[in-house]
């Protein structure tokens, strides 16, 4: 497997104690909310394990399971821990070696993939879905970097096989650009498992989605959005 045949790529990265500290940071922003809000502490499944309070919250309360996971994927990446390790310097290394071009500008947050919580699954698209004068075609790679091993049965990311040099047809489904699934029909596709603190490199034009977590644990990951000067050159 390598980037420039199949448009993603796995490459070491983070240690145990740095995934420890995403971990951390995720669990806090869910405590800080939590607290925050008028639905008493207790009730919360604040002593739950790190990747189950999300299941346990929405065996009962499906919404209240559904804010925090919100709260986390848009305001959690502010974090100082997480910062700066989306920030780190072997992040961007390894990036500017798949893409072959050094990276100006990121952007990152956390998701997750909540075995309780289907309705946040992504569906089939790529990070570019069309090529135009928007700031987000100048994306040229993507880092997806699990908090826990993600399979395909854990919640992990299906890819179609092969580097492309434009995006597939998107088309706009309840206010997302998706890939219509028979466009993909006869695509070669692969589910590879990437273990906790790995990094998943992906192409700008490369289609994946997140998998149907089977685990009963909600897979947690960080995402880095890298952008370029000037954009890669496809032989």
């Not at 075995?115 to 790529?126: D, V």
């Not at 989605?209 to 959005?225: D, F, I, K, Q």
């Amino acid at each position: 497997m390598t980037f420039a045949q199949d448009g993603f790529a796995i490459a070491p990265l983070f240690g145990p104690d740095e995934v420890a500290e995403l971990r951390g940071a995720v669990s806090e922003h869910m405590d800080r909310t939590a607290r925050a809000l008028l639905k008493p502490y207790g009730e919360t499944e604040f002593d739950a394990p790190f990747d189950q309070r999300l299941e346990k919250i929405a065996a009962e309360d499906q919404s209240f399971a559904g804010l925090l996971g919100t709260a986390v994927a848009t305001d959690a990446h502010r974090s100082s821990a997480i910062t700066r390790l989306a920030e780190d310097p072997r992040l961007e290394a390894l990036a500017s070696g798949f893409c072959g071009l050094p990276i100006s500008q990121k952007i990152f947050r956390m998701r997750l993939n909540c075995s309780a919580l289907t309705g946040k699954r992504q569906g089939w698209h790529s990070d570019v879905a069309r090529v135009d004068d928007t700031a987000c075609s100048q994306l040229v790679i993507t880092a997806w970097i699990p908090l826990s091993d993600a399979g395909p049965d854990s919640g992990g990311l299906e890819f179609v096989r092969g580097r492309r040099d434009a995006p597939v047809s998107h088309d706009e489904t309840g206010g997302k650009f998706l890939i219509d699934q028979q466009e993909l029909d006869k695509a070669e596709k692969a589910t590879p498992l990437v273990l906790a603190g790995q990094c998943l490199f992906m192409d700008r034009f490369t289609p994946h989605r997140a998998v149907e977590n089977h685990s009963g644990r909600t897979r947690w990951s960080l995402v880095v959005w890298m952008k370029a000067d000037r954009l890669p050159t496809y032989v």
